[in-house]
């Protein structure tokens, strides 16, 4: 008998997100002309700040989403950065256009990788992606061409040739190296921009919230009609694509590989993961902060050597036992501020009070 | 019509039996209820339906068609809808995306087309107050409810229920039984398994009585209550 006909609607956005969004790309846009306003040291920091946080978010939806606890996520990185350097120098391939090719390499090696690592369930896939990210560095390893075990360098014509370098060496009076680290730099902020809207993007699809209810419980989610196994093998192959296009990159800035440094489980998991526990787990916000965190102890602890690893270790491990939703989520929780917000709340005719608004029905009779 | 057919189903967990040659059958709008005493292998019974789990013997089939082999999102989207004995829910999403999942997957249509049915089906469950907080912080109760809500999203044309009255007030248990008739009465054939006995009787046409994976008998709800057998296994516990 209820005279007012009630529309219930489906809201994601928040006023603080709004805002965020326009800060956002106001900082991306400053961030840009970083090459030309600081230092080459920066701007090889920054880089540095930009390709980690992709590897983040991708390790994020791996693990955040698809409850694929990965430890190997250093077989793309490593693999993107051999198939990119395979390309330029035994096919004379653009440095650039094979960094962009590198993610399909990395997506072909995710084929058989996920083939057998997704027969295996909770921690054992961790450790077979492990082992099978090792057999990879053994397998390049024997690759003669690129320097064996011992690795490679970059030639200097392919750099100088680079698309783009020319055109900055002319215009602004750069030299190649720092040319080369600029057309890095931009790559690395384009990546990191559209890896992050990508991501927000499918979670704020149906995907996206059959991803979520996979991760919160299997079985029920496939009693309910959800694909499980799809989702996790696109979730897979997309993570090793954009991981593969990012180790590519980090290469391609560096300049010189080899199978130890290109396959380090410390430098591409265990950072990584560190990363996306402190600055908390299923958030796209929680790899940015964790990102930060994770840079500025880094700047600060890395003349300790050793000890470095051990502090990084303990704090990871205390977050995890204090703070399981991360710095992220502690302050999240605190204040209700949701940046890229995927929640999708239940409106009554446009407002979000609804316990008031709606007669109690079903059994409180 | 028949809708589901069970033809010979057995399943051990090692050496214990608890599905042992099951044949029984649901026709199209029925309302089948299930008793037998604890560790009967009713839950059992409904994961092999919904295929959680993978019978060792026999088939199902389901409109006609076998689904013994196919998966349990595969038998969702054919219309099997179900509730968990143990609540299941989607902890960290909200009251209301845990209807989303079911709607927006289960019948395979769109997050927003979806919407405004979950939330009539939150209404009708008594969820609504609960719309958007986690599923997490409901109470054992509230669960309870989201189990028969989500199942009802995903527009079930077969719903099983496994004990969703036990803990309730008698009020509670009346309204209950209300939204269960009521779905019955939309044409939903459902199979409920439940301890308390006068909210079962008030709903279904027919009794199945489980035990030791054995289907003892099958009848009218009265012809069971009053069966020796029945009585001496299962009611003999009760009282
Ligand atoms: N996955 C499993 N592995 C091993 N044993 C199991 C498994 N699932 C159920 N069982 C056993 O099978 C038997 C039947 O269990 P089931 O849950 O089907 O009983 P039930 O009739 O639903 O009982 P209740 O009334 O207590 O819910 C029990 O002895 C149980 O311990
Ligand atoms: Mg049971």
Same mark, same amino acid.
């Given at each position: 008998?209820?005279?007012?006909? %009630?529309?219930?609607?489906?809201?994601?956005?928040?006023?603080?997100?709004?805002?965020?969004?326009?800060?956002?790309?106001?900082v991306v846009?400053?961030a840009a002309?970083a090459?030309?306003?600081?230092?080459?040291?920066?701007v090889q920091d920054l880089f540095f700040i930009l390709t980690m946080l992709v590897l983040a978010q991708?390790?994020?939806?791996?693990?955040?989403?698809?409850?694929?606890?990965?430890? /190997?996520?250093?077989?793309?990185?490593?693999?993107?950065?051999?198939?990119? &350097?395979?390309?330029?120098?035994?096919?004379?391939?653009?440095?650039?256009?094979?960094?962009?090719?590198?993610?399909?390499?990395?997506?072909?090696?995710?084929?058989?990788?996920?083939?057998?690592?997704?027969?295996? %369930?909770?921690?054992?896939?961790?450790?077979?992606?492990?082992?099978?990210?090792?057999?990879?560095?053994?397998?390049?390893?024997?690759?003669?061409?690129?320097?064996?075990?011992?690795?490679?360098?970059?030639?200097?014509?392919?750099? !100088?040739?680079?698309?783009?370098?020319?055109? @900055?060496?002319?215009? &602004?009076?750069?030299?190649?190296?720092?040319?080369?680290?600029?057309?890095a730099y931009w790559f690395a902020l384009v990546l990191a921009a559209a890896t992050v809207?990508?991501?927000?993007?499918?979670?704020?699809?149906?995907?996206?919230?059959?991803?979520?209810?996979?991760?919160?419980?299997?079985?029920?989610?496939?009693? @309910?009609?959800?694909?499980?196994?799809?989702?996790?093998?696109?979730?897979?192959?997309?993570?090793? &694509?954009?991981?593969?296009?990012t180790?590519?990159l980090i290469? $391609?800035q !560096?300049?010189?590989?080899?199978?130890?440094?290109?396959?380090?489980?410390?430098?591409?998991?265990?950072?990584?993961?560190?990363?996306?526990?402190?600055?908390?787990? =299923?958030?796209?916000?929680?790899p940015i902060?964790?990102m930060i965190?994770?840079f500025? @102890?880094? *700047?600060?602890?890395?003349?300790?050597?050793?000890?470095?690893?051990?502090?990084?270790? &303990?704090?990871?491990?205390?977050?995890?036992?204090?703070?399981?939703?991360?710095?992220?989520?502690?302050?999240?929780?605190?204040?209700?501020?949701?940046?890229?917000?995927?929640?999708?709340?239940?409106?009554?005719? /446009?407002?979000?009070?609804?316990?008031?608004?709606?007669?109690?029905?079903?059994?409180?009779? | 019509?028949?809708?589901?057919?069970?033809?010979?189903?057995?399943?051990?967990?090692?050496?214990?039996?608890?599905?042992?040659?099951?044949?029984?059958?649901?026709?199209? =709008?029925?309302?089948?209820?299930?008793?037998?005493?604890?560790?009967?292998? !009713?839950?059992?019974?409904?994961?092999?339906?919904?295929?959680?789990?993978?019978?060792?013997?026999?088939?199902?089939?389901?409109?006609?068609?076998?689904?013994?082999?196919?998966?349990?999102?595969?038998?969702?989207?054919?219309?099997?809808?179900?509730?968990?004995?143990?609540?299941?829910?989607?902890?960290?999403?909200?009251?209301?995306?845990?209807?989303?999942?079911?709607?927006?997957?289960?019948?395979?249509?769109?997050?927003?087309?979806?919407?405004?049915?979950?939330?009539?089906?939150?209404?009708?469950? =008594?969820?609504?107050?609960?719309?958007? *907080?986690?599923?997490?912080?409901?109470?054992?109760?509230?669960?309870?409810?989201?189990?028969?809500?989500?199942?009802?999203?995903? *527009?079930?044309? $077969?719903? $099983?229920?496994?004990?969703?009255?036990?803990?309730?007030?008698?009020?509670?248990?009346?309204?209950?039984?209300?939204?269960?008739?009521?779905?019955?009465?939309?044409?939903?054939?459902?199979?409920?398994?439940?301890?308390?006995?006068?909210?079962?009787?008030?709903?279904?046409?027919?009794?199945?009585? $489980?035990?030791?994976?054995?289907? @003892?008998?099958?009848?009218?709800?009265?012809?069971?209550?009053?069966?020796?057998?029945?009585?001496?296994?299962?009611?003999?516990?009760?009282?």
């Amino acid at each position: 008998m209820s005279s007012t006909a %009630q529309t219930w609607t489906t809201k994601t956005g928040t006023r603080a997100s709004g805002l965020f969004g326009v800060a956002a790309i106001l900082v991306v846009i400053v961030a840009a002309g970083a090459p030309f306003l600081v230092s080459r040291d920066i701007v090889q920091d920054l880089f540095f700040i930009l390709t980690m946080l992709v590897l983040a978010q991708n390790w994020n939806l791996l693990a955040g989403y698809a409850g694929l606890l990965s430890i /190997g996520q250093q077989a793309f990185v490593g693999f993107g950065a051999y198939s990119m &350097f395979g390309m330029v120098i035994l096919l004379g391939v653009d440095p650039l256009l094979a960094t962009l090719l590198a993610g399909f390499f990395a997506m072909l090696l995710a084929i058989p990788a996920g083939f057998f690592s997704f027969r295996l %369930q909770g921690a054992y896939f961790g450790v077979g992606t492990w082992v099978i990210a090792e057999a990879v560095r053994l397998v390049v390893a024997q690759w003669k061409a690129l320097g064996g075990g011992t690795g490679t360098s970059l030639p200097g014509e392919a750099r !100088k040739a680079m698309f783009g370098v020319e055109f @900055l060496k002319d215009t &602004f009076d750069m030299k190649t190296s720092q040319a080369s680290d600029a057309i890095a730099y931009w790559f690395a902020l384009v990546l990191a921009a559209a890896t992050v809207l990508l991501f927000y993007r499918i979670l704020r699809t149906r995907q996206g919230l059959g991803l979520a209810a996979v991760r919160d419980n299997e079985t029920a989610a496939r009693a @309910l009609g959800v694909n499980a196994q799809r989702m996790k093998v696109f979730v897979y192959l997309t993570t090793a &694509f954009v991981t593969g296009i990012t180790g590519a990159l980090i290469y $391609l800035q !560096k300049a010189r590989i080899s199978p130890d440094a290109a396959f380090s489980v410390t430098d591409w998991t265990a950072y990584v993961l560190f990363i996306v526990v402190i600055g908390g787990i =299923g958030t796209i916000e929680g790899p940015i902060v964790g990102m930060i965190v994770f840079f500025v @102890l880094q *700047k600060t602890l890395s003349d300790f050597g050793s000890v470095y690893l051990l502090i990084l270790g &303990f704090i990871g491990i205390a977050t995890m036992i204090f703070a399981p939703a991360g710095l992220w989520g502690l302050f999240s929780a605190r204040t209700g501020i949701q940046l890229f917000p995927i929640r999708r709340r239940l409106v009554l005719n /446009g407002s979000d009070h609804i316990a008031q608004n709606t007669r109690e029905g079903g059994f409180n009779g | 019509m028949t809708l589901l057919q069970l033809d010979g189903i057995s399943k051990s967990f090692g050496a214990l039996t608890v599905a042992d040659d099951i044949t029984f059958s649901v026709s199209e =709008g029925e309302a089948l209820g299930i008793i037998g005493p604890n560790g009967a292998g !009713k839950s059992t019974l409904f994961n092999l339906i919904t295929g959680t789990i993978g019978a060792d013997k026999g088939s199902i089939r389901f409109l006609g068609e076998d689904v013994t082999r196919v998966s349990p999102m595969q038998r969702c989207l054919s219309g099997i809808g179900r509730t968990f004995q143990i609540p299941q829910p989607f902890e960290k999403l909200t009251v209301f995306e845990n209807l989303l999942v079911a709607g927006a997957f289960g019948q395979q249509r769109g997050e927003r087309e979806v919407a405004s049915e979950c939330a009539e089906i939150l209404v009708e469950t =008594g969820l609504i107050a609960e719309a958007n *907080k986690p599923a997490g912080s409901l109470s054992l109760l509230q669960r309870k409810r989201l189990e028969l809500a989500r199942a009802l999203a995903t *527009k079930p044309k $077969l719903l $099983l229920l496994d004990e969703i009255a036990g803990g309730l007030t008698e009020g509670e248990c009346a309204v209950l039984v209300e939204t269960i008739r009521a779905v019955h009465r939309r044409g939903v054939t459902v199979i409920w398994i439940e301890h308390v006995l006068h909210a079962l009787n008030s709903v279904v046409d027919h009794l199945l009585v $489980l035990h030791f994976g054995r289907v @003892l008998g099958l009848g009218a709800p009265q012809d069971m209550m009053n069966s020796q057998e029945v009585r001496e296994i299962y009611l003999g516990m009760e009282v």
